[in-house]
């Protein structure tokens, strides 16, 4: 019994691109530069950016409606 798994979504799936680019842009514009967190230890920063971007990311792409289509051929 194999199973095909696909994501399918009401918008286009360029639009997922979109998703990881704002993940990326909204991660950088609030712990690039910022002074605010200078006297944190690196890996503190780091670890704020990457699950911040990861929840931008999620969170925009969410709103695109995904499904999981399941196929199963016997």
């Known amino acids: 019994m194999n199973g095909l798994i696909s ?4 918008f286009s799936i ?3 691109v979109l ?3 704002l993940g990326v842009l ?3 514009l609030l712990y ?3 002074m605010k967190y200078e006297g944190l ?6 670890g704020m ?4 971007f990861l929840a931008v ?7 695109l409606s995904p499904l999981i289509k399941t196929i199963f051929r016997t």
Not at 41 to 46: R, S
């Open 7 to 10: 994501l399918v979504t009401e």
């Open 14 to 16: 360029w639009l997922s």
């Open 19 to 21: 998703c990881v680019a």
């Open 26 to 28: 909204y991660a950088y």
């Open 32 to 34: 690039g530069k910022s």
């Open 41 to 46: 230890p690196l890996w503190i920063k780091y």
């Open 49 to 52: 950016t990457v699950c911040r």
């Open 57 to 63: 990311t999620i969170l925009s792409f969410l709103l």
